[in-house]
Nanobody, 128 residues
Framework: RVQVVESGGGLVQAGGSLNLSCTIS????????MGWFRQAPGKEREAIMC????????YVATSVKGRFTASRDSPKTTLFLQMNNLEPEDTAAYYC?????????????????????WGHGTQVAVSS
């Protein structure tokens, strides 16, 4: 059974940093593209990043480019999202998702239906 579990959320002041973790079990970690999504109160869920295990390709949303970075620890089957210079607009529930595609690409990285397994999310709140 595939399990996707996020952690690391919390309350931080604007300009601060958080490092989210997503531990995945039940599948071959390096054979799947993985993404980070977020959903702010009253808004639709949006894709912010996709990371490929094979070639370390990453697609990043414009809203977080230069501030957020994705990385993997394959032996620990964990995906990370390092978030720096946080802004109040980054307040949202953050979700990790595993795609049935092996690589991120322009035609799938930001589409929810391209991801098969989802975590329950971790909450991030940024105060001004």
């Amino acid at each position: 059974r595939v399990q996707v579990v996020e952690s690391g959320g919390g309350l931080v002041q604007a300009g601060g940093s958080l490092n989210l973790s997503c531990t995945i079990s039940g599948l071959d970690f390096d054979e799947h593209a993985m993404g980070w999504f977020r959903q702010a109160p009253g808004k639709e869920r949006e894709a912010i990043m996709c990371n490929s295990g094979f070639d370390d390709t990453t697609y990043v949303a414009t809203s977080v480019k230069g501030r957020f970075t994705a990385s993997r620890d394959s032996p620990k089957t964990t995906l990370f999202l390092q978030m720096n210079n946080l802004e109040p607009e980054d307040t949202a529930a953050y979700y990790c998702a595993v795609s049935h595609y092996s690589h991120c690409s322009p035609d799938m990285w930001n589409q929810e239906e391209k991801y098969r397994y989802w975590g329950h999310g971790t909450q991030v709140a940024v105060s001004s």
